[in-house]
């Protein structure tokens, strides 16, 4: 076994061990903490660089580490493990590498706040659990650090506690995710059940997820299992209908946003349908169901975020509409495409948080494009960056998204079926999503860059300092370069990921999506471009869309009500049925029941001592003065005086003398 | 050789019992206004059972099913009562959770010990109480002979009457009684049935009456029908023909009480408000263990003919006792009240995992493990559940207040206690890495083959458990914080002592679970054996 697959765990246990450090330090100690952390990160960056080394250098079989974690009944074992694999691997750099950026990044951010060590020991803890989550080669151990990646999520949303929409969002956060993990947990459940095993591959590298393909759960089983594994994907990742909790996430600090609600842990549920593709494939339903969930998730969402105006709510919708992308390309069968899109999306998206943040950061805490404007002139180098990011996220031609977008595209394409037009769902909505994507990018830094400064915050920014637009810089080059990976033709990134997957063919179709849905991408930049322009850039000014279309605009700008729909349904019925239960438990049962019983149990005491009064203690008084009379008639006898016991005495011999005679002479 | 040492070879486990009383008497030597004494004194004393322990964990082989330590003496003879203690794999775990609880418990207590804080006099009453009950419990996990036993198990009961009654909160006295009655109640019933089983069997013995309860042939065993002729005996017909289910509905009524099991948990959110908080954490920790105990000692190794036919009542009130006690604590203000809810809830599970054992035949491995978990979980729920009173204890000294609605933001003024507290709070919401988490994936592993159904809605629960244990932290800990409270103090080093052991406990059981379960696992598997034979 090479070294690094031996001490894989040692990626993970450096955070961990970070975290527990800080853990223990004072608030002032924020510098120290700051070291501790980025000093193990780095290492593990190192060595996730060696673990990408060996994968690169001798191939692709999966390479495991497997431990006992407990013995139970007659010789059965609950068994985890480390598994590196191409997929791993490449998670293991994404991760590592966003982390490290995000935690230098944060020096400067969180540079006036009070808590920035127990931030730094909070963001090394969702390091370490994330790590955890990419190595770990057990459904039950992915499960495990899944939880640990929610809690830090938790921490971390909520770290300005005192803000009580802060302190509202974490709760849902964790509550949301929680929901789908039920199922999740259930599929785990019942795979391990099926299976008799958690581990994805056993020692002897046997796959377990393609021993389930063969047939040891049934089709039927298999799809169940997907389904609920699903579930849980759905609610990390923020797919539709458990996507509520992830624009509220935005609570966090903003460097929070970059690493966990848009490159890393949302991205975690694509990961894990991408970790349990075999099963998925079993039964072709659940990979239809993860592409139609994925494009309407797509499409809704960046519908969404046309007529949002918190600078980082915008990115949010976006990350939730990308993440739809992911999926969708997952299950239109396209693998790699997916995981593609993950592996770039992770470079742009945490760009732009990170620029959202050295914009917000400039504005003092001002996160309302209304009341920017004009920062183009003040922050150079956070225009470049951002720009350079929302190109890659718009796909704009030969930037990252560019290639990834497309692999997906020409995916949800070759997914249509001739038994139903609903199989091209997908494809059509990505293409719309697509145009969406570009226009509410292109109105977003119109706000924000152009025109004139529209607030206070604005007036006064100043470009942020080097160790915040370091990490943008490394984005930046990532957000360009990571594309041509996967440049069609020689698709590096297919054949690192994904060797015994056909990948389409770069043919004619192929170039003419290529071609259809650049033109779509550049028309919708241009007219929100042209929208976005002249007056409509003055402070006070409405939003065009707003002023052609008020009632749609409203209905997007709250989100299609879904929250509201829940707040009046689930929400309130389970308040209610949780009010019932306690009321039925102090009234029914305890009030009826058990008072009730008592109250008998009193009664028939008083009936009791009733009865006792009048027949027992009746009987037993009467008796009670025959006795008293009888011991009247002794008293006289046993009256203490001894002339009178003498008499009785003298008596008593008078009367045996009188017998004595008359006896005796017989 | 000396006697008292040959005798020591022999019985570790009188000692250990009594260690704590001998300790209760000496306290009667020290004046009352000699509290300082008299704490430490009560600490020491509750903390000395730990060196025949630490003997016993060091002999104990965990290969063995059987019982372990065992010291028998005739008693009473004419009634076949003796004197039987032993430990084994369902015991041990219990025994060591009494030795870390108790001691922690009344450390917790040294400044405050109830809520109307009578004069310092009420110190050494109230201390001696704690020792008694100690005493009380270890004889409970460690009896085997049912009269033996039986005394113990009630002997638990009086001073922690005394407790709720003397040092409880504003409604003390209802309190007292009706944790009393009820429970009493519960024990009136099983004694009746254990009396049947005597004089059926004419043993008061549980092993020799496990040995007897073997199944033969799926529904019949030496015992029950031994209780059949007993029965038959008598001549009434209805009696003749159900016997061994009244005998068991009668034993079983006893221990779901105590358990509780829905929907006989009433008295228990009252009760565990009421107490002062060492008696929340000791019913909670400890004496809410005595009842899922006597499921594992007794009704399954006696009943399972019996248990098998009722399983999917049984199982029906497991579940709605983990779902309805989530529920409930969803809609509780009152902090304690809350957590007792909380507390119904999660040993809820242990009962799930019981009785889902119980219920069919299947893969023993599988019932190994669900079994494990029971005994995991009650050893983590003793952890997190007493972890989480002793911390509502300490807002409500600082506060003067339970109310969820008037706290708020104190993470600001307190952020050791929220750290501590938050990962008790975990713990108890069975977060991976975290004692709790183990116990609950155990038993719905152990589980789900054997019961699909209930152990998905029972998966409700966990959710549940979020929704109230979140909403806690955050009514407690998050948001605006009141100026009234930035004075409060957070913890003092012996307050970071009892909580710190107490969280140090939860990351070793969550991250390393293998030993304690290497404890239970022999045992265990055995009663797991039983099962395959029935239904």
Redesign the interface.
Known sequence: MPWIVQYLWLIALLPFAAALITAFLKRPLRTPAAAIVIGAMSISFLLSLCALAQVLKHGHEPQTCNFNWFHYGENAFVRLGFLLDPLSAMMLIVVSLVSLLVFIFSVGYMDHDENATRFFCFLSLFAGSMLALVISNSLLLLFMSWELVGLSSYLLIGFWYHKPSAAAAMKKAFIVTRIGDIGFFIGILWFYAGTGTTLFYTDDHQGSLEIARLGMLGASTALSISLLIFCGAMGKSGQFPLHVWLPDAMEGPTPVSALIHAATMVAAGVFLVGRMYPLFMVNESALHVVAFVGAFTALFAATIAVAQWDIKRILAYSTVSQLGYMMMGLGVGGYVAGLFHLFTHAFFKALLFLGSGSIIHACHHEQDIRKMGGLQAKMHLTFVFYGIGTLALTGFPLFAGFFSKDDLLLGAWHFHRTESWAFYIPFVFGLIGAAFTAFYMTRQVKYVFFGKARGEGAEHAHESGPSMTFPLLVLAALSVLTGFLGFPGHHFFHHFLGPNTEAHAFDGTALSIMFGSSILVLVAIYSGWKVYSGRVLEAGATDPLEARFPNAFRILQNKYYVDEFYEATVVAFTNAFARGVSLFDRYVLNGLFVLGSSMVVYVLSLVSQLMDDMAINGGFDKGCSTMRKAAGWNRWIQNGLSQHYLKLTSLGIILLFILALYFGNR | MNPILEYLRNDIITPMTFLPCIGALLLLFLHRSDVRSIRLLAFFASLSPLLPLMRMIQKYDSSISSIQFSFKAAWIPSFHVDYFVGVDGLSIAMVLLVSIITPLTILGSFRSIGAPEPSKAGCKTFYTLILLEQTGLYGAFTALNFFHWFIFWEMSLVPMFFLIKLFGNEDRTHAAY?FF??TFVGSVAMVIGMQFIYLATDSWDFIDLAKMALPTDGVHSVLSSKIENLAGSIGVPFLMNHAVTLVFLLVFAGFAVKVPLW?F???L??TYTQAPTAGSMLLTGLMSKMGVYGFLRVILPLFSPSIAAHATTLLFLAVATIV?GA??A???RDLKTLVAYSSVSHLGYCMLGVFAVASVTGN??????AL?GVILQMFAHGLSAAGLFYFVGLIEQRAQTRALADLG?L??TVPVMC?LMGVTL?TSLG???LAG?VGE??I??GA??LQIGF??VA??G??LA??YL??M??GI?????DDKWNAMPDLSMRERLVSGVLVALMFVVGIA??YL??LS?SAV?EL?KIYRLVA
């Not at chain 2, 023993?364 to 493990?369: C, I, M, Q, S, T």
């Open positions: 009706q009655i009820y929907p948990h009433t008295w959110p009252v309805f529920l409930a969803m809609a509780q023993v491995n599988d019932k190994a493990l494990n933001g993470r600001k750290g975990f977060l991976p890495g988490f994936f155990m719905f592993r789900f083959p152990t998905c998966a409700i966990i959710l979020a929704l979140l909403r932290m955050k800990f998050f948001g605006p914080q679970p293998g379960i290497s696992n598997l797991a």
